[in-house]
C-alpha cells in the first residue's frame, strides 16, 4: 500500500476516533479545553499527545 495512504488512514482513524470520544463523552471535551487554558499546569497533556504522535506514525517505522 502507498505509504500516503497508510498515513491517510491514520490520519482519518485519529479523527474518527477524537470525535467519537468527544460526541460520547462530553466530560472528556470540557477536560481537554481546561488542558488548553491551563496549559502550564497540565503540562503533561502535551506529552500525552506526543506519545500518541510517536506510537501511530513512529513505532512502525523500519530502521536502516
Do not use: S
Not at 8 to 22: H, S, W
Not at 24 to 50: C, K, N, Q
Amino acid at each position: 500500500m502507498n505509504p500516503r495512504w497508510v498515513f491517510f488512514f491514520k490520519l482519518c482513524g485519529l479523527a474518527i476516533v477524537v470525535i467519537a470520544l468527544i460526541l460520547l463523552f462530553p466530560p472528556v471535551l470540557e477536560f481537554v479545553e481546561m488542558g488548553a487554558r491551563e496549559l502550564r499546569y497540565l503540562w503533561w497533556l502535551v506529552l500525552l499527545l506526543a506519545l500518541a504522535v510517536w506510537l501511530i506514525w513512529g513505532l512502525g517505522k523500519k530502521k536502516g
